[in-house]
Each structure stands twice: as C-alpha cells, then as structure tokens.
C-alpha cells in the first residue's frame, strides 16, 4: 500500500469529498528513513525536476561544529545516548535531528536531517576531558 501526500477524502463532518481528477505521481511519498549507527549505507530516490535526494540509511561518523573554537571536524558516533522523537530509538541506535549521541569528541546534539540530507550534522554539547 502508498503512501500519499494529499488531502483526506473525508470531509470535518464525515462526507465523502468527491475528487475531480486521478491522484498524481507527484503526491506519492514514501516511508521516513531510519539512519543507524553502521558501515555507511546510502540510498539515492528521484526527485522532482530530475533531481536526486539523498537519504542516508548508516553511518560510523558526524561532523561536528565546536562553538567555542569554531572548527568543524569528523568524529566517529560511538553510541545515541538519547533521542526525544522516539524512546525506542535508543535501542535501536537510529539518529533523528535533535538527538544527543556519544562520539569521539564528546556528547553532541544533531542538527541536521540525516535521512533527508545525506550527512549528519552536529554541535558539540559537552567535551571529552583528556587526562
């Protein structure tokens, strides 16, 4: 079964919209990508206009933004530590945007959308203390 992206055909008092044309290619959607903790796995989907998008499925490392020192470096997701659109997510080491993982460098916070944009994003959050 697809998933559409258009309106109900059901009206606020229960009717039945009546439809005047046949849904479309361009409303088909598709089920949101779950990107993990793994060996990088990239998914490539048509868009619309003969474009590409980009969806990552796993990945073994982050770019992180340091605010203080204001670099950008990979760092290797050593583990999520906390994701809050799902509690499951945990578990399951999935990435979502606004997700606290555990990496080389320390505790970041996502802020990208790793199943839409093909690479994670991070800021720093709190620092590794070397001894």
């Not at 060996?39 to 340091?66: E, I, S």
Request: glycine residues 10%; proline residues 3%; aromatic residues 4%.
């Amino acid at each position: 079964m697809g998933e559409w992206h258009k309106a109900s055909s059901r009206k606020a008092t229960g009717g039945i919209v009546r439809r005047n044309r046949k849904t479309k290619n361009y409303e088909a959607g598709s089920e949101p990508v779950k990107t993990v903790v793994g060996q990088r796995k990239v998914k490539q989907v048509k868009g619309y206009g003969g474009n590409f998008k980009v969806k990552l499925r796993a990945t073994p490392v982050v770019n992180v933004a340091d605010q203080k020192s204001k670099s950008v470096k990979k760092a290797k997701v050593l583990e999520v530590i906390e994701n809050k659109a799902n509690p499951h997510f945990v578990r399951q080491k999935v990435i979502t945007k606004g997700a606290l993982i555990k990496t080389d460098a320390g505790v970041c916070r996502v802020t990208s959308r790793p199943g839409q944009y093909g690479s994670v994003d991070a800021v720093l959050v709190e620092k590794v203390q070397n001894k």
